[in-house]
């Protein structure tokens, strides 16, 4: 397994109570690693993902489960088994394996940001959005993605503003709309954005014009945190991220992908199942290869 979050330490959870052996590969980059609480986790709500991990380690240590700190840097199916390669060259074979490398969002590079990144600069409503419930809200995108999430931030406040930091792409049916559900639209470039701590309080734009924001939801893309799905030749959709099927399966027999690497809602909660139903798969072809 490569990926060390929720996807795949719930698959090796699985995988543990199955009696099969489990080799981990956990570079340490998580995309929460910002972040001080994980959301929307039934029993687990707010918690820090640091210690989410810590027990989830824990509970995998009386199973037959090795955790390594490496990098996989390159990936091949071949003649039935997969052979991976860390960063010091050491390979390793497998008949499975997992995905759960993730995805990597494309931060908005704005001056002044970085103190409130992962606090109240964030890219999920639905893992942030009601720790500032009623505030003043934000959603940036200089496409029209932004539209929809400056729209969906209705949900959590009635003072939203979209700003997209100095382009005009927006057609008029989408100012229409904005205009219609009451988002404010700022197209003006931002020179930097304010506040106290890691509590954002205002944009400042060029000119020197102030924007009173208390969060900001950003919406400009992601990327695959590995290129080893390419390596293993994966389908991929328009969105960027690996095809899979019903229970994790790609189109290269024995390879799974789950979490945020694949194509399904991107939360914590939705990344654990994926790795739970892929753990279940991984089982059930190993049972029907070793069946006289």
């Known amino acids: 397994m490569i990926g060390g979050g929720p996807a795949g330490l719930s698959a090796a959870l699985l995988l543990g109570r199955c009696m099969r052996k489990i080799l981990l590969f956990d570079n340490g980059l998580y995309r929460n690693n910002w972040s001080d609480a994980m959301h929307a986790f039934l029993s687990r709500d707010g918690v820090n993902p640091r210690h989410f991990l810590k027990m989830a380690h824990q509970d995998l240590e009386k199973y037959d489960f090795e955790l390594k700190h490496k990098e996989i840097v390159k990936a091949r199916y071949t003649s039935g088994f997969f052979e991976v390669t860390d960063s010091d060259d050491q390979v390793y074979l497998s008949r499975k394996l997992l995905l759960a490398t993730g995805i990597r969002d494309r931060w908005p590079e704005i001056p002044g940001a970085e103190p409130f990144n992962g606090k109240s600069i964030h890219h999920c409503p639905y893992c942030d959005g009601w720790e500032h419930k009623n505030t003043a809200l934000g959603a940036y995108g200089k496409n029209r ?23 005009r792409r927006l057609r008029t049916v989408d100012i229409q709309l904005l205009e219609r559900n009451k988002v404010k639209i700022v197209t003006a470039p931002i020179a930097r954005v304010e506040g106290a701590g890691t509590q954002l309080q205002r944009v400042i734009l060029a000119g020197g014009a102030s924007v009173a924001c208390d969060a900001i939801f950003f919406s400009t893309g992601q990327d695959q945190k590995t290129d080893l799905g390419r390596q293993l030749d994966c389908h991929f959709t328009s969105k960027g991220v690996i095809r899979t099927y019903k229970h994790q399966q790609t189109n290269i027999p024995g390879l799974y992908v789950a979490g ?27 049972q029907m290869e070793f069946r006289m």
């Open 260 to 286: 945020d690497a694949a194509r399904d809602m991107q939360l914590v909660i939705v990344a654990a199942a994926e790795g739970t139903k892929a753990g279940v798969m991984i089982n059930k072809e190993l």
């Open 145 to 167: 993605d932004a539209v929809g999430s400056a729209l969906g931030l209705k949900t959590w406040s009635s003072d939203v503003t979209l700003f997209t930091d100095g382009t």
